[in-house]
């Protein structure tokens, strides 16, 4: 029995002397990537390149057009589900070259826009179309539209707001038989 019991305490000290190995090890490892980070952090942030940086170059303002838009956001205010707002968005090309949407997406499947096609000369105007079916939504609506154009900065982006009230008996209304 006293065997047994020394064989376990010569054990545990064994485990415990491991244990202490291993603490020792991980503080040195913690200590040295503490070391790494200071170092890193000591370089101004401008000396780190990511490894894939490309070069760029300001882009020549001869070559772009300028949106701008007599506004940015259209409130349609409060209406009913269902109801389908319609909102043209005029610009004008400020820039030194035609403007040339190449894209415009939407933010979502109830929002569809429509654009000038043909480049927009300086000086000369164009329009985005939005459409926004409000069919299936209620509460606060932000449709978005997002173009793509040779311009600086190359996205802009184009939002309609307002609310939209569901329909008598819409949401609030069970559907299929009424149990009574």
């Not at 991980?26 to 890193?40: H, P, T």
């Not at 329009?127 to 996205?155: D, E, H, L, M, W």
Request: hydrophobic share 35%.
């Amino acid at each position: 029995m006293k065997l047994r019991l020394l064989s376990a305490l010569a054990l545990c000290g064994l485990l415990a002397m491991g244990a202490c190995n291993q603490k020792s090890d991980q503080e040195a490892k913690i200590q040295a990537l503490e070391e790494k980070i200071a170092a890193l952090e000591s370089k101004s942030p401008s000396a780190v390149t990511p490894v894939n940086a490309q070069a760029s170059q300001p882009a020549d303002p001869s070559s772009l057009g300028q949106f701008e838009f007599s506004e940015m956001e259209y409130n349609f205010g409060t209406i009913q589900e269902g109801e389908v707002i319609e909102h043209i968005f005029n610009f004008t090309n400020n820039g030194q070259a035609p403007l040339v949407i190449s894209n415009i997406t939407a933010s979502c499947g109830c929002t569809s826009p429509d654009w000038t096609k043909t480049p927009v000369n300086p000086g000369e105007d164009g329009f985005v179309k939005v459409v926004f079916n409000s069919r299936a939504k209620s509460g606060s609506q932000a449709p978005t539209v997002t173009i793509q154009a040779n311009t600086n900065p190359t996205v802009t982006r184009l939002r309609m707001r307002g609310t939209v009230n569901p329909k008598a008996g819409g949401a609030g209304a069970p559907v299929g038989p009424v149990k009574r």
